[in-house]
């Protein structure tokens, strides 16, 4: 347990450090004091009057989604570079503060207040888990302070009568429903099993997924859910090549993906019959060469068709400071500090109410790809997925994909919010 503890202070002080700022990791008694000090203060609308403009990067360093967080704040920290050598923000540096919520809802709360109360950020950021982006979306609704989410894609976040959060990830109930609409095309009438960790983000995708298989005509022959912690699927996956489904999904909780494929693939399921909603570069690593031929969702990737100079440059770069590729949550943390550049230039002053206005009227675009960023009266965004095959994986140093498939849907193509409560 101590050896535990240590290497998550170790990894939380050096994440803090590559973004100019250290910052203790909010452990056992502090967290508990915190959360049951509940959601009760109302902090006032803050306005930042000189300095470096604080936001609040509350992202997970350690436990399940540690390689989702990592990956972010690679991204994030080459934009806030850029940014503060260019001039930074209103003619200040930005800076966001990081902590690591450990993959904890409850922690990712109480590093939230801490964020408020203490470093007085303008705003929050920095989540990947849809579990603790939701613990965190409670609080920041409360006490009206502006959430950009980067990468957690739970349709709740962006619920009717949403007004300080702000979604910058598609829905996941939208990446089921469009895993449905692309096996329709690609086998009509398949068979299809589902394997998937007990997680918020997982619960969306299954439910959209739900939604729409009947109206594509497809068929589920297994439907199998692991508890979170889960690190074997031995029996599971017996079944579930038993019930000779032409696809699975599989959508495990960090290292358990890995898991799963590896003990579907030595049953003999085949590569092409397996679908990952999501796949960034580290996932891709994981599934190793064995795995080419399969299928992942992604919004940004190395091997996608037409991207602009823009994108190329940014892969090219990110690749010459990482050793590696950068995939979809390198460039959506990696636009997370221009979109706030946007929205604070346009809001003209470091005040809460008035950058959460700018999010709301905002007509930006990715720096990366150009794609729109605007977001709709409950701060959802442009609902789009591509699909890639992966071609080869070159051990940890990259891979090769193709581009297969692109869907974009409107926000009422499914009844998100009464699909997923």
């Not at 590559?18 to 306005?47: K, W």
């Not at 060469?289 to 440059?313: C, K, T, V, W």
Request: hydrophobic share 40%.
């Amino acid at each position: 347990m101590t050896c535990r503890t240590s290497v998550r202070d170790v990894r939380a002080s050096a994440a803090s450090a590559v973004l100019g700022v250290t910052r203790p990791v909010l452990t056992g008694a502090v967290s508990a004091a915190l959360v049951l000090g509940g959601l009760t203060y109302q902090a006032p609308a803050l306005a930042q009057a000189s300095g470096p403009i604080k936001i609040g990067f509350n992202t997970e360093l350690t436990g399940p989604w540690t390689f989702f967080g990592n990956s972010c704040v690679a991204g994030l920290k080459m934009a806030n570079d850029e940014i503060n050598k260019a001039g930074g923000v209103l003619g200040r540096p930005l800076e966001f503060v990081t902590v690591d919520n450990q993959t904890s809802p409850t922690q990712a709360v109480a590093a939230s207040r801490n964020l408020d109360v203490n470093d007085k950020v303008v705003a929050l950021t920095g989540p990947t888990s849809s579990d603790t982006a939701l613990a965190m979306y409670g609080y920041a609704e409360q006490q009206k302070i502006p959430y950009l989410v980067p990468v957690a894609a739970f349709p709740q976040l962006t619920k009717p009568g949403t007004r300080y959060t702000f979604r910058i990830e598609p829905d996941a109930a939208g990446w089921g429903y469009v895993i449905a609409r692309f096996l329709e095309e690609r086998k009509p009438g398949a068979k299809v099993a589902l394997m998937y960790s007990d997680a918020a983000l997982m619960h969306a995708i299954v439910a959209g997924f739900k939604y729409q298989a009947p109206r594509s005509k497809l068929t589920i022959v297994s439907d199998v859910m692991f508890p979170q912690g889960s690190s074997d699927a031995t029996v599971q996956a017996a079944q579930v090549r038993a019930a000779n489904p032409d696809y699975v999904i599989v959508m495990g909780a960090g290292a358990f993906d890995n898991v799963m494929q590896n003990q579907l693939l030595d049953l003999g399921i085949k590569p092409e019959q397996l679908l990952h909603p999501y796949g960034i570069t580290t996932q891709v690593f994981g599934w190793g060469q064995r795995s080419a031929g399969m299928i992942y969702g992604s919004f940004f990737d190395h091997g996608l068709d037409n991207l602009p100079a823009e994108g190329r440059d940014f892969i090219k770069r990110f690749d010459a400071a990482n050793g590696r590729p950068p995939s979809y949550v390198e460039n959506y943390c990696y636009n997370t500090p221009y979109i706030f550049k946007q929205a604070l230039e346009l809001a003209g002053v470091v005040d809460r109410e008035k950058l959460r206005d700018a999010f709301s009227r905002m007509k930006g675009r990715e720096v990366t790809t150009g794609l729109p960023v605007s977001f709709d009266k409950n701060g959802a965004r442009k609902e789009y997925i591509y699909f890639m095959q992966l071609l080869s994986v070159d051990g940890k140093r990259t891979y090769a994909s193709k581009q297969i498939y692109y869907h974009e849907w409107d926000a009422d193509a499914i009844p998100v919010y009464d699909l997923v409560k």
